[in-house]
């Protein structure tokens, strides 16, 4: 599959420098953003934006994940953990995509994400809180992998909209750790899905090389900013991004039941 309109460079660079800037702010792959302004803005259909999206996410996962790391930021062991689950999780999501009805599911995400979006502003984590990963924690971080790369598989949601809060309201994270950790678990999974969206033709990478080398120069202002606003501010301004993400899915879904 090939993308007819060859979007500007000037505008792919805009569109990367703003995912890379959320990006490193918000620990998050910037997917939830990129995606729908590729299909609204340069015509994109679903299934290309999306694979250009993951392709597009890798430099500015490793730029921001390395500013997070270089400031002691990064759960090492948890990152490893999710990684391992969300690289399998992923190729089941992938799989499963044209064999499960995903109306329930996708249903369930939203109630999911609209907990979050209530919880970040009455839950606000430590700063100094880390991750205590033993056997049984070491397991659950695989399993939550394993959850998010089906999901992201399933529904075109990125890893660290559903990582982050996870991290932090059940692992005990701080936001930056949880942030950090959620950046270095996407580069595994973008290379994967980049890998297996190339041989289905599902990515431009072109297009993919403007995005993700903007995003990069970006994504460390973002992971710095993080580290300056309080925790609660920045709990307030990430349940804005997923109440945006939560109102984008819900549209979807509605006017997708209407046809």
């Known amino acids: 599959m090939t993308h007819s309109v060859r979007p500007s460079i000037l505008v792919l660079a805009l569109l990367g420098s703003a995912t890379g800037l ?15 302004m590729l299909v609204m803005f340069l015509g994109f259909q679903q299934r290309l934006a999306a694979g250009t999206s993951v392709a597009a996410i890798l430099p500015a996962a490793v730029v921001g994940g390395i500013g997070y790391a270089v ?9 490893a953990l999710l990684a391992a689950g969300i690289v399998v999780g992923a190729q089941i999501g992938s799989y499963l995509l044209s064999r499960v009805p995903t109306g329930l599911l996708r249903w369930m995400f939203m109630v999911f994400l609209l907990g979050v979006v209530v919880s970040l502003w009455f839950v606000v984590p430590q700063r100094d809180a880390a991750i205590d990963v033993t056997l049984l924690t070491g397991a ?14 399933l529904l ?8 982050v809060p996870v991290l932090m309201f059940f692992f005990g994270a701080s936001d930056l ?61 990430f349940s804005l991004l997923l109440a945006f993400v939560l109102g984008q899915m819900l549209f979807k879904t509605l006017r997708g039941s209407k046809k």
Not at 26 to 35: D, E, P, Q, R, Y
Not at 140 to 153: A, P
Not at 200 to 212: F, P, Q
């Open 140 to 153: 659950l971080l695989v399993l939550t992998g394993l959850v998010t790369g089906v999901l992201s598989g």
């Open 156 to 163: 075109g949601v990125g890893g660290g909209v559903i990582v």
């Open 71 to 79: 400031q002691g930021n990064v759960d090492w062991i948890a990152a």
């Open 177 to 237: 750790i949880a942030k950090g950790t959620s950046l270095i678990m996407l580069v595994p999974g973008s290379i994967s899905g980049t890998f297996g969206n190339a041989r289905r033709r599902n990515v431009d990478l072109r297009s993919a090389a403007v995005l993700g080398i903007a995003a990069s120069v970006l994504s460390p202002l973002g992971s710095v900013i993080a580290t300056r606003i309080p925790p609660f501010w920045s709990n307030a301004a």
């Open 22 to 36: 959320l990006s490193g702010l918000f620990g998050i792959g910037g997917g939830v953003i990129l995606v729908p």
